[in-house]
């Protein structure tokens, strides 16, 4: 990651890769956050880090053992959502809302 020294904090002097450097506001560095140790607010983060990946949500709609209702299942789990069988239109909305909610 790259990181610079902020403007307004002095010179700052640290190691990096057994090399002692002289940094002073505006220098640039490469190197990870725990290298900066107590000294990372001195610094900004110039590579945002991306944000984590959520993972997708495969549902699918399945008929339950009672005829005409169904669940929802949770293709990576392989549980169910819903605690009770569902109508055919309640399953479909559950579908759209978790759908709804992973996307935000």
Known sequence: MRFRLKQK???????????????????????????????????????????????????????????GLFDVINESSGRALNDEPLDEDAARSLVEVEKMRVEV
Request: charged share 30%; proline share 10%.
């Open 9 to 67: 904090h002095g010179k700052h002097s640290m190691v990096i890769d057994g090399v002692r450097r002289k940094l002073v506001p505006g220098d640039t560095i490469d190197c990870e956050s725990y290298e900066l140790g107590n000294a990372l607010d001195k610094f900004e983060q110039l590579d945002p880090t991306p944000p984590p990946k959520q993972p997708k949500v495969g549902l699918r709609i399945v008929e339950s053992e009672i005829s």
